[in-house]
């Protein structure tokens, strides 16, 4: 991807197919990055997966009987 420095004035005073041009550019790289961010997102929630734990069943107490006084 090319790099684009065009200040916010400059954008006012394009021509219009060099403005949808430019927008266009900002979109595939926002497209990317939210790729590469929700790659990054779904790697580190499975790096720590919390259903496996919740499927643990608890263990049973056993029944203790309490000898009367």
Partial sequence: MEKL???P???DQLPYYEFEYIVSIYNDILKERKG????SYE???DK???KGMT???MPKM???KIPKI
């Avoid at 590469?36 to 790659?39: I, R, V, Y």
């Fill in 62 to 64: 056993p029944s203790i």
């Fill in 43 to 45: 790697r580190e929630r």
């Fill in 36 to 39: 590469q961010e929700t790659e």
């Fill in 9 to 11: 004035s400059e954008l």
């Fill in 5 to 7: 420095h065009v200040q």
């Fill in 48 to 50: 720590y997966n919390m």
């Fill in 55 to 57: 499927d643990m069943k």
